[in-house]
């Protein structure tokens, strides 16, 4: 007895409708998600909020961290800015491709040489399926890329290839955003870092291929971190909290270092031009003195002139330097506190 006699098959699905639009018809109009007009900022991936959890027995206020970390957020691979995917699939020809030919599975049939104009019709790419134009796309791609005929497994024909599959599926997964699919994810996020290991093989051992290469499929090459620090090749850090705060220490010492030294040099060559004048001063004293006593002189006039001159050329550089705007200095970490003038009430 068939599952229509029974009743027990759904009334969508006996319609001939498919599971995923039966579950999406039994949403709730307030638990659908809204569609956005405009996808072009959509960001594929897997965010997650960073939270610091405090150790027992360790107290802040005795051991102040001057410096903030909070923990990275984790953004899959599948995202194009990530994956080096500079264009989608219409940099690869997908809007040259001649959608009247018939698909790979049909060319050189006989009954389509013999076939009427409506039959040649409704078996093209025109009424075929998207996976039938993403294999002739493939097979156009793979053309210009291999180095002969029967070339279907270099470490080129390969990464076109994948490209390929990486760009169609992330465009599935932007059209269907906001929903979710997470094994589409999975499995784009593990060949993004296949394709990145193939170029990184064809980066060592042909170099100008592998610049041609990323000229001809329109993509960027970004290593991970782990495969670009030195002594570390081949080895993945682990994102932790201590070692953060570290290296954010280190930088934070280092910005306050640099930033305490502009301000006393600063303040050096503001006080200059007195102590400057101050010295020629005191030079005039002891050449008159010297020329009293008759004695031999161990100050030249021509010292004095030129501590004055000096003096009035640095304040004069001091002066003009006011006017301009001053470019702030950029801090990574470490930021100079503003000190505010307390409110004076007068009676």
Known sequence: MSLLRTGLLLPGLARGLSTSSVHLAS???????????????????????AKYWPKDGVS???????????????????NAE??????????????SIDLSKPPLALEGAPALATASPEVARVTSLEFARRRDIIDKLSLEVVKSIQRHPRDFSSIEVSIALKTVRIRNMQRALIQQWPYKNQPMKHNLTHMVSNRRNCLRILRE?????YEWLLEKLNLLYKPMP???????????????????????????CEELRRHRLAALRRGLEARQPEFLRRK????QEILAT??????????????????RSRAAAIEA????????????????VYKPEVQREQNVFVR
Not at 32 to 49: C, H
């Open 27 to 49: 949403r709730k109009k307030k638990d659908q998600l809204a569609v956005p007009v405009d996808k072009e900022g959509i960001v594929i991936g897997k965010r997650k909020m």
């Open 60 to 78: 802040d206020k005795s051991h102040p961290v001057h410096v903030k970390w909070d923990r990275p957020v984790t953004i899959q691979t599948c």
């Open 82 to 95: 990530i994956s080096g995917d500079v264009g989608g699939l219409e940099t690869l020809g997908l809007e």
């Open 205 to 209: 051992t042909d170099y100008k291929k």
């Open 226 to 252: 782990w495969d670009e620090a030195p002594g570390v090749q081949g080895e993945k850090e682990g994102v932790t909290r201590k070692k953060s705060l570290e290296r954010l220490t280190d930088l934070w």
């Open 280 to 283: 020629a001063d005191t030079l």
């Open 290 to 307: 010297e020329e009293e006593l008759g004695l031999a002189p161990s100050v030249s006039r021509e010292e004095v002139e030129k501590c």
């Open 317 to 332: 550089r001091l002066q003009a330097g006011e006017g301009e705007e001053v470019e702030e200095e950029e801090y990574m």
